[in-house]
């Protein structure tokens, strides 16, 4: 089965978090049939060389997407969605690590249940070193579980990702909303019935860290946050009760002491 890889890059980027995100693709036991990178805006010479270095090293063909003024993530990703070549698309984020057997795990199991439009994993957590994962990240694997979970919180892991081209196009694609584009176009996608399933095993080493914990908190997210479930309400995916029950908790946990609310955010990861 072929299918493309979807990576999208900005400015602020890390180019050695970039080369070793790429240079997981290059390692793949099952490798993607082409590489989408979209330039989301004008990126650093550092960033620009490590993908042309990438590029001029890899036996993958890649398709480089530029965009001349930064547009955000969700448009970014909207953006490359129509330069890939396949009917399914894998996610990757730029700073994270894909396992050497991630794609040959996804395919095998998408060639044998056809009625399934996005497939997801698991993911373990590191701080410094790939090698030693602190958490993992684990969610539903069957569709009906999927689907009650997502009235609570995501329920897949974005950097894990196969997706249908044209089922994900059908409801919109990724849209601009900011902390969220995945989990609104997953309950999008939920909404018009699409079959949803995830793997057990751990598909992506993903970095976590203070860096990550400190962009989950404060007003800005919050604000995301409440726009996130006012659309999903709109959507019509939540109840009202939902929505002001999700708003209630989240913002409790935002609000918290920064040592309280890393000490709660890992407690859930385990």
Sequence with gaps: MNFSALISVYAKEDPSYLELSLSSL???????????????GSLTPELDL??????????????????????????????GIKYCSYEWIARMDSDDIAV???????????????????????????????????????????????????????????????????????????????????YYLWIRMLQYRFVFANLDDVLVKVRAGDSMLKRRRGWGYMRNEWLFEKSARREGFLTRYEMYRNIFIRTVARLMPSFIFKRVYRSLRR
């Design 50 to 79: 490590v993908i042309s270095d990438c590029r001029k090293e890899s036996d993958i063909p890649y398709k480089i997407v530029n965009i001349v003024h930064n547009i955000g993530l969700g448009r970014a990703l909207n953006h």
């Design 100 to 182: 050497s057997d991630r794609f040959e795990k996804q395919i095998e199991y998408l060639e044998k249940y056809k009625n399934v439009s996005v497939l997801g994993g698991s993911i373990c957590e590191f701080d410094q070193d790939f090698w030693e994962c602190t958490k993992e990240r684990k969610t539903p694997q069957r569709h009906k579980d999927i689907l009650r979970y997502s009235k609570y919180r995501n329920p897949i892991n974005h950097m894990t990702v196969m997706f249908k081209k044209e089922d994900a196009l059908s409801v919109g694609g990724y849209l601009p909303l900011e902390g969220f584009e995945d």
């Design 26 to 40: 290059e390692n793949q036991t099952l490798m993607p049939s082409e590489i989408v990178i979209v330039k989301d």
